[in-house]
């Protein structure tokens, strides 16, 4: 049982590269978000889906997407990379109040 | 939506001292407040966890309190120790709904 994985662990970017990072869990939770995490401002909520088929924004959307590929894998898209978007990336899913949280992605924007 | 506000920011205590991190929320439909640790460089995890139809938890040497009235909610760690040293978030939200709203963090350094 190896919770929330996520790909990959680091990354570097240019201005305006695309990329997308992936969240997998196995725990057949419904729901699962995308936080972004920077000094002193906590965690951040990019985009949620409650469940297979549905994704919300959440606190800091723009310049992301995401897509809720089945019940198991939710993505997160960057298509115009920009500095502001440095920072580190938590998958989570969460079933019943209880949130896990995937390893997280660091990603730097030059 | 939910506001949580989490203080202090940073807290130093001596090995063996108590610990005390607060946070208030503004929405009277959150009934879940988790607190997670998160060590440097490592996930957040989820460390202790109380529904509002209780006041108190405790799990060894950790505990939350939770005034629904006051609308605030407190983790206590007694007997720290060095391992204790982390940021702890606390974070607040209605099982009805979807979001989880997370404080800013408390940066806890136990001393040796």
């Known amino acids: 049982n190896a919770g929330v994985t996520q790909t990959p662990k680091f990354q570097v970017l240019k201005t305006g590269q695309s990329m997308t990072l992936q969240c997998a869990q196995d725990?057949?939770?419904?729901?699962m978000y995308w936080y972004r995490q920077d000094p002193g401002m906590g965690l951040r909520l990019i985009y949620y889906s409650a469940s297979e088929g549905t994704t919300d924004k959440g606190e800091v959307p723009n310049g992301y997407n995401v897509s809720r590929l089945n019940k198991r894998e939710f993505s997160l898209r960057l298509e115009s990379a920009a500095p502001s978007q440095t920072s580190v990336y938590f998958c989570?899913?969460?079933?019943?109040?209880?949130?896990?949280f995937g390893p997280g992605t660091r990603l730097t924007v030059t | 939506g939910e506001n949580v506000e989490q203080h202090p920011s940073t807290l130093s205590v001596q090995e063996g001292d108590s610990a005390v991190i607060k946070c208030t929320y503004s929405d009277s439909a959150s009934n879940y407040f988790p607190w997670y640790k998160q060590e440097l460089g490592k996930r957040p995890q989820l460390i202790i966890d109380i529904r509002s139809n209780v006041g108190e938890k405790k799990d060894q040497r950790i505990a939350v309190t939770l005034n629904k009235t006051a609308k605030h909610f407190s983790l206590h760690i007694t007997e720290t120790q060095p391992e204790d040293s982390a940021v702890y978030f606390c974070a607040a939200r209605a099982l009805t709904g979807n979001q989880f709203y997370f404080g800013t963090g408390t940066s806890l350094t136990v001393i040796p």
């Open positions: 725990m057949n939770h419904n729901s």
């Open positions: 989570a899913s969460s079933e019943v109040g209880k949130q896990y």
